[in-house]
């Protein structure tokens, strides 16, 4: 449901939730009823989207209608996710307040292109999730300093389970964090960005041959789980090599060795 702040609630009891949607024993591993980070982000974007392309396609009823609703999600946003003393984004605001574990949600927040922070702001969460969860394959789910941490994805389907949300690592996320990373810093992000994508050269050779795994230990040696090709990390992978190929031809460097196009 939409709020009258302008912000998307979720609340389905018993069900797991957005993307953390696993279960142990029919129970949700991740509860995160209320109003999520990454939802709302999606949600801000999607309206300043369709604000655009109905203003440059003269939809002036429309444009009428929501043009002051970028504004009260953004302002909704602030208020409701945004901790200064913490310096990043809580998970999710329920109804017994924000939830601040630190996990990959907020990234998305500051990878859309339409951005509901300031720059320093996102500066933080980006300096919180590369102190947390940044990992060679991908943003851990949970921080290791969480009680609730697991740093191993291995044992039966509800040890595996608990585990994929609340340490194990996912490629997915880590698009976003390239994508923010390089519109802050641009260029300058550009040799750590080769860094990330040059750590799957190996991957691609060793286990699901020329794709990925869904999700990798929270620990090193960061031990690949789950589906050995998973669409969604095969895809954040892609999308941070172009990004990254664009940013390197602006500077006259070939591809990575390894990583060229087959002719």
């Given at each position: 449901?939409?709020?009258?702040?302008?912000?998307?609630?979720?609340?389905?009891?018993?069900?797991?939730?957005?993307?953390?949607?696993?279960?142990?024993?029919?129970?949700?591993?991740?509860?995160?009823?209320?109003?999520?980070?990454?939802?709302?982000?999606?949600?801000?974007?999607?309206?300043?989207?369709?604000?655009?392309?109905?203003?440059?396609?003269?939809?002036?009823?429309?444009?009428?209608?929501?043009?002051?609703?970028?504004?009260?999600?953004?302002?909704?946003?602030?208020?409701?996710?945004?901790?200064?003393?913490?310096?990043?984004?809580?998970?999710?605001?329920?109804?017994?307040?924000?939830?601040?574990?630190?996990?990959?949600?907020?990234?998305?927040?500051?990878?859309?292109?339409?951005?509901?922070?300031?720059?320093?702001?996102?500066?933080?969460?980006?300096?919180?999730?590369?102190?947390?969860?940044?990992?060679?394959?991908?943003?851990?789910?949970?921080?290791?300093?969480?009680?609730?941490?697991?740093?191993?994805?291995?044992?039966?389907?509800?040890?595996?389970?608990?585990?994929?949300?609340?340490?194990?690592?996912?490629?997915?996320?880590?698009?976003?964090?390239?994508?923010?990373?390089?519109?802050?810093?641009?260029?300058?992000?550009?040799?750590?960005?080769?860094?990330?994508?040059?750590?799957?050269?190996?991957?691609?050779?060793?286990?699901?041959?020329?794709?990925?795994?869904?999700?990798?230990?929270?620990?090193?040696?960061?031990?690949?789980?789950?589906?050995?090709?998973?669409?969604?990390?095969?895809?954040?992978?892609?999308?941070?090599?172009?990004?990254?190929?664009?940013?390197?031809?602006r500077r006259g460097h070939g591809?990575?060795?390894?990583?060229?196009?087959?002719?």
């Amino acid at each position: 449901a939409v709020h009258d702040n302008g912000l998307v609630w979720a609340s389905a009891p018993g069900k797991a939730l957005t993307w953390m949607n696993a279960l142990a024993g029919g129970v949700p591993v991740v509860s995160r009823d209320g109003y999520p980070v990454e939802i709302n982000a999606l949600w801000y974007n999607a309206v300043c989207y369709a604000l655009e392309l109905a203003s440059c396609f003269g939809e002036e009823e429309f444009v009428g209608e929501w043009k002051a609703w970028p504004e009260r999600i953004r302002n909704a946003f602030r208020e409701m996710f945004w901790s200064g003393d913490d310096g990043y984004l809580a998970d999710f605001v329920g109804p017994e307040g924000p939830n601040r574990w630190i996990r990959p949600n907020m990234v998305v927040a500051c990878g859309l292109d339409y951005k509901m922070l300031d720059e320093e702001q996102q500066a933080s969460v980006l300096r919180i999730v590369g102190q947390h969860l940044l990992t060679p394959k991908g943003l851990r789910s949970l921080s290791p300093r969480n009680p609730r941490y697991k740093n191993r994805c291995e044992g039966d389907e509800a040890v595996r389970a608990e585990a994929s949300m609340n340490g194990s690592v996912w490629v997915w996320p880590l698009w976003f964090y390239v994508k923010a990373s390089f519109d802050l810093g641009g260029r300058e992000f550009l040799p750590r960005a080769e860094e990330l994508l040059a750590r799957f050269g190996e991957e691609i050779q060793s286990y699901g041959i020329g794709s990925i795994n869904e999700l990798f230990d929270g620990d090193p040696p960061h031990a690949p789980w789950g589906a050995v090709s998973q669409a969604w990390s095969v895809g954040a992978v892609l999308m941070i090599r172009e990004t990254t190929e664009r940013w390197r031809r602006r500077r006259g460097h070939g591809l990575l060795p390894g990583l060229r196009k087959k002719r």
